[in-house]
């Protein structure tokens, strides 16, 4: 909420009945968390490219490509973090009541702002899915060698190595993708966004 009491919030004539019945879609997001490496970006990619070859309309919200504009003034500290989610909480709701089904991959390390980005989309229109690997398998797929640079101290606040990551409690979706292959993976994720479409 808006602490400026000049603000108000202007209702349109569209809701988004309106929206989703035109779009021919309920509009969703869908939250991808897991570790740097663990898949995350790979898989919704992919499931993206399966949403638009069947006729859906879908958009894809990637942590390092919104670190590039929207959050491109936060660093990594927990307080940073958090805000980095917030904001991304906020469009990801947004593109929601618009129709559209939202992919979202961040890392999210935090159990209480994802708990926040699902009541923002609210929970009817949330799935979470983590995408889960071991530090091992993550470590193999780091083509920046950033888990040796934090080892080595080279880099602050990395999760997994010298932040934490709590690990989802109960997500609709868990991928092991130490097992899973991404399209396995991303086959998964796209029968359980057609189960809400129903």
């Excluded at 779009?23 to 991808?32: E, T």
């Excluded at 159990?111 to 980005?117: G, V």
């Excluded at 690990?167 to 086959?187: F, M, Q, R, W, Y």
Aim: proline letters at 3%; one cysteine or more; charged letters at 30%.
């Amino acid at each position: 909420m808006s602490k400026d009491k000049n603000i108000t919030w202007h209702e349109g004539k569209i809701t988004y009945s309106d929206r989703c019945k035109n779009l021919n879609q309920k509009g969703l997001v869908v939250w991808f968390t897991g570790l740097s490496g663990s898949g995350k970006s790979t898989i919704a990619v992919e499931v993206e490219k399966i949403l638009i070859q069947k006729g859906y309309a879908a958009f894809r919200l990637d942590g390092d490509n919104v670190r590039h504009g929207l959050n491109s003034d936060l660093g990594f500290t927990e307080q940073e973090r958090n805000e980095n989610i917030r904001r991304i909480s906020e469009v990801a709701a947004l593109f929601k009541n618009s129709g559209i089904i939202t992919l979202v991959s961040f890392i999210s390390p935090y159990k209480e702002m994802r708990k926040f980005a699902r009541e923002k989309a609210g929970d009817n229109h949330f799935i979470e899915v983590y995408v889960k690997a071991s530090l091992k398998t993550c470590e193999k797929r780091d083509p920046k060698d950033l888990y040796k640079m934090a080892k080595k101290g080279e880099i602050d606040n990395f999760t997994g190595i010298s932040a934490p990551y709590e690990k989802p409690e109960n997500p609709e979706i868990i991928l092991d993708t130490d097992e899973l292959s991404v399209d396995e993976a991303a086959e998964i994720v796209f029968k359980e966004i057609v189960k809400k479409q129903n």
